[in-house]
């Protein structure tokens, strides 16, 4: 499969409750990271792989999101506008060759729901389909993802990262520390980092119901049938789940270093 004909559908509709000082007015994948929306830099990860058709699933606020890329050359461009006609001359780089829909999924409905809506009406003939969600970031070759996920031949693929530890360790020996450990990734086990892959025979997993979440009934059947594969990486993962996991990613992104945009 070509990432060009790969739609990525974005989860993007949720109340984003952790930033309310900030999503009382923006949905929460409109939070800027060094001046532009985390969604931008999800977008512009899966650009970088060749990935070109994008469906962003809104719900919460949903009007930012459509304001912000019908207005989008306006928005990343300088540009002068003879006040006798209006007309309007651009004068920055060409804008991103993306195609992008803005699809309101219902305003509190859940994530299986919100999917199982958008692929109803924007899959169109696509035989598979990429979903992640609009607050995590990863250094992850997602065109190599989906080589993977055609080659298994099954219904889907899920990004496995190891799990962030909370806290640092400390070993000891009759009270004497030995070692005092910074805090680093459980190496033992496997998450979901949330880039996945799904043919379009997922849908038959789906529901036309307000209340679905993918992580529950969707994903544990798929399980249940031997249709989940795991594609491991060891990199770089974060998700902007609080405000220091924010400050962390802008910091990255303010330092020409961010590890999702090399």
């Known amino acids: ?154 219904t889907g693929t899920v990004l496995g990262i190891h799990p962030p530890a909370r806290f640092g360790e400390i070993l000891a020996s009759e009270g004497l520390v030995s070692t005092f450990a910074e805090k680093k990734p459980l190496a033992a086990s496997w998450i979901s980092g949330g880039f996945f892959f799904f043919n379009r025979d997922f849908r038959s997993y789906l529901r036309d119901e307000e209340d679905l979440v993918l992580e529950e009934s969707p994903l544990r059947s798929l399980v249940d049938d031997k249709k989940l594969m795991l594609f491991e990486h060891e990199g770089f993962w974060a998700c902007m789940d609080t405000q220091r996991d924010h400050d962390l990613l802008d910091n990255l992104a303010r330092s020409g270093d961010a590890p999702w945009l090399r």
Request: glycine fraction near 8%.
């Open 1 to 154: 499969m070509n990432p060009e004909d790969v739609p990525v559908f974005i989860l993007a509709g949720g109340l984003g409750t952790r930033f309310r000082e900030q999503t009382h007015s923006v949905p929460k994948p409109m939070i800027n990271i060094d001046g532009k929306p985390i969604i931008w830099h999800i977008m512009s990860k899966y650009a970088s792989h060749g990935f070109r058709k994008f469906v962003v699933c809104a719900g919460y606020k949903a009007e930012v999101i459509k304001d912000y890329f019908l207005n989008y050359q306006e928005i990343n461009s300088d540009f002068t506008v003879d006040m006798r006609d209006k007309s309007v001359t651009f004068h920055s780089k060409q804008v991103e060759d993306w195609s992008v829909t803005v699809a309101f999924t219902g305003a509190e409905t859940m994530t299986g729901y919100r999917i199982h809506n958008a692929t109803e009406r924007f899959l169109g003939d696509a035989p598979a389909f990429a979903l992640t969600y609009g607050d995590g970031l990863t250094d992850v070759d997602l065109a190599e993802e989906l080589k993977f996920h055609e080659a298994h031949g099954k």
